[in-house]
């Protein structure tokens, strides 16, 4: 597909991009706490203290509840940045997430002091707290014309949700919990489903090993599936790359019994330590979906690999250059650089630009089947309309320099195809979203040949 060709194709709007009804089917649960939601939730349960001084304003201090001394957060407070200030309802203006630039041990942090299972007590403690939750994302979802979402959520939050309840009647609890709000997210137009998702290494404080630990992740899905079908649909395990603790050969056993429960097994791979780690995992594990991915770019074989296995890659640029965006590249005579296996000789670096994130050659010159999703949408990330925007050359915030040739609306509708055909649930909500977006394209006259014969084209 050549640049002239590309030039063809139909801008996109950000009308255009607005009105189009949207798949997001990467997003951790916790990922969707707003700093303004960790602050709501502070306050509620007693982390942060408001009070009001003398002359009228509002000034906030670590309330009486305190971490687990295995938090990596001394104080919950500690979780923003300093220097904002409280207006005079008390809401505090300017308030941000304290993530360095290039720190996934920051994010990683964060998310585990903001959901709170792995260390409890944390932000979420009550099914309460998960309603609060819960409605803020569903406002999201009809803001960004959400069509279909899925959630990534540990199980094991159901013992801090329902405490004094035996482990099995806790779980049930969610399960059923979970399947209302289904009920609710689809009363608006929204088809919401969850995945179990787990951290994989070390740092999720289990003595149990990660071979135990998938295996037992399987038999929740199981027992998911018998009380609530269609409401956790699938697998899904997450964590630093670098821990040999949670390499793919500790996730095959309980990946093989999710396969064989007929659910769908996603992992992350491709996002840290080069493409022979996801190599591993897309060799190792019956996936048919792979976050991240972009440092399959370092080498053609398993890119040719990928495509025979017909694995989606789900790529979220905006994440990917806030934590620390790298690969492994060679230098030629004329100092220019070409993405390099590290095992062929491949040194490490960081990249600066949100647009030179392989996305765009993976999609245009590969023809790699991707999708976008927004993965943690308000820790660390954006949301998924915000993603495109900036694909599509629209953003304040991450401009295209002119020899980038922005998304075109056409690719667009490749991208939001792949992404619903990839979904770990039924067909007639397949057929649904295939509908809707078929009109998003008839209203504006887009190139449909293009569109429905994409990975025929040389």
Partial sequence: MTKNFLQDLTLLTKNMIDELPICDIHVHLPGVIS???AWDLGVRNNFISVEKEENGKYIYSSGPQSLSILDPHEHYIDIFKGGFLLDENAKPQNLEYNIDVDSFKDFDRIMATTQGHRH????IQTKNDMMFLLDRYLEDCIRQKIFYTELQQNIKIAYLLFPDEEAKNARKKL???FKDVI???KQKGIHLRFLHCFNKTKAAGDEKTTHERTLEAAGWLEEAKKITPNVFVGIESAGHEKDESGWPVHLKAGYEKVQGLGLGCEAHGGEGIGVEHMFDVAKSLPITRLAHGFQVIEDI???EFIKQKAITLIMMPIINLNLGLCLHVKQDSDNKYTPCA????????HIRNFWEHPFFELFRKHKMKITLSSDNPNIGGVPIKDTILALAGLSNKYELPKKVEPLKAEELAILCKNGIEAIFSTDDIK???RNLLNTWIEKHNLDQEFINNYYGQN
Avoid: C, N, R, S
Avoid at 120 to 123: A, D, E, I, S, W
Avoid at 342 to 349: A, R, S
């Fill in 35 to 37: 700093p303004q939601i």
């Fill in 120 to 123: 409890p007590p944390g932000g």
């Fill in 175 to 177: 399960y059923l919990l």
């Fill in 183 to 185: 009920e609710k997210f």
């Fill in 301 to 303: 074989e398993v890119i």
């Fill in 342 to 349: 590290k095992t062929k000789g491949g040194k490490k670096i």
């Fill in 431 to 433: 057929q649904d979203y």
